[in-house]
């Protein structure tokens, strides 16, 4: 039966290479966009796994660059039991290196505390090292710098060459490589000079990245960061494009404070009504610092690939909806001028079966051909694309990946013969012969 299926579709060349082809394109194409979720998946991963420590933010900040915390508490988290070291940092986009503007992919100024970062039993910076040396106690107040590996090909710079940062000079002592888009972005300087290159005040960090006993419960001792601070005052960030009742209720936060700064006596009893709620207004018992793990970054991240699995379905679909319909097309077209063929074969003995089973064979093999062709074809191009542009893209087109998309072509090409199957099959043979 795969014999006589096999040599049906060869006997019409031009017409099935247009259907596997539709079915190629369809399932590189899934191939294609579900190789992103995956590789986002597979970078945030492998990235978070060398950062075994838990960093210290601002409440609804998405990510550190957008958090703003007061410096004076980093000595207060040291003193938290199973906390061995707090490692300050600041966090900024560079607008401008060598003299031109950075768009994409974006480019970060990590401004670390260097005593304490030295301090640390793992340091992601420090492991992954290839030349030069990390930065040392002599380098707190110079303009001295690591680099990633990416951003020192991208300009041709080597140790000892000097690097435009806005408009000052900064010489590399360093270059680092982790294989992370994530992680390789970044360029390392003294705390306190990315403070002055970025003008972000002294009393201010973006994020505390803490280092905890080996003994230590991570759960616990997270809980007791985020209850540390419970009850201080302390804005959650918020986006830019804030609605007017937003506004409104940080105007009333910020008066409220200035009053309680400067009037006389006892405020435990305010003699003002109390100012108005609004919806995003943060509890008086609410933290106003997060503390996050690894696993909490990879959380969030999943249910972003989660939205975007949802996109990709949506995406995935049309191509494959176009492609079943040409199955289904073709398998009609065969049928039609195959009437007489299936007569001749219902007069020898073959029952209705047998003619489902051969052109369900047939719209199988278009599926198999269509789907091996497909997976392969989408496989060599995240190859490509990742060594296209290997720091802005990194998809990642797992075996399981492959296997399903093979399978689930080898589904379509099925379903698409289905209704073509049936109809072959209940033209009697004295009435295939007739219409023939």
Known sequence: MLGFALANLLSRPMRTALSVLGLTVAIAGMVGLFSIAEGISNVVTRSFQQIPGLLIQQ??????????????????IREVPGVTVVNAEVLSRINLLEGKVVL???????????????????????????????????????NNCIISQQIAIEHKKGIGDTLLLNRAECPIVGIYHTGSIMIDVSILMDLGTVRQLMRVAPDTVSCFYVELAE??????????LEDLFRGRE?????????????????????????????????????SS?????????????ESPVEVRSAED??????????????????????GVTIA???????????????????????????????IVKLITWESALIGLIGGGLGALLGFIATLVINATWPDRMQLFASPQLLVFS???????????????????????????????
Request: charged share 20%; aromatic share 8%.
């Open 297 to 318: 970054w990879s959380e969030r991240f999943d249910e972003f690939s989660a939205d975007l699995k949802v996109f990709l379905v949506i995406m995935t679909a049309i």
């Open 104 to 142: 994409s992919p974006p480019r970060f100024l990590l401004g670390l505390e260097i005593p304490s970062r030295l301090a640390l039993q793992r340091c992601v910076y420090h492991e992954n090292l290839v030349e030069g040396r990390f930065l040392t106690l002599e380098d707190q107040g110079t």
């Open 273 to 285: 009504p109390p100012l108005p709620a609004t919806n995003n207004a943060a509890s008086d018992v």
């Open 59 to 76: 409440r609804g900040a998405p990510v550190p660059i957008f958090s703003t915390l007061p410096s004076a508490w980093e000595q207060e």
């Open 234 to 270: 302390g804005d959650n960030w918020q986006p830019s494009g804030q609605s007017s009742e937003n506004i409104l209720g940080s105007l009333f936060r910020q008066l409220d404070r200035q009053i309680r700064q400067t009037a006389p006596g006892d405020l435990s009893a305010p």
């Open 215 to 224: 003994a230590a419960d991570r759960k616990q001792v997270k809980q007791e």
């Open 406 to 436: 093979v399978l689930f072509s080898v589904l379509l090409g099925t379903i698409g013969g289905v209704y073509p199957a049936w109809l072959a099959s209940r033209l009697s043979p004295m009435e295939a012969i007739r219409r023939g």
């Open 324 to 354: 079943v319909l040409s199955i289904i097309n073709t398998m009609l077209m065969s049928i039609t001028e195959r009437t007489t063929d299936f007569g001749i074969l219902r007069a020898n003995g073959w029952r209705s079966r047998d």
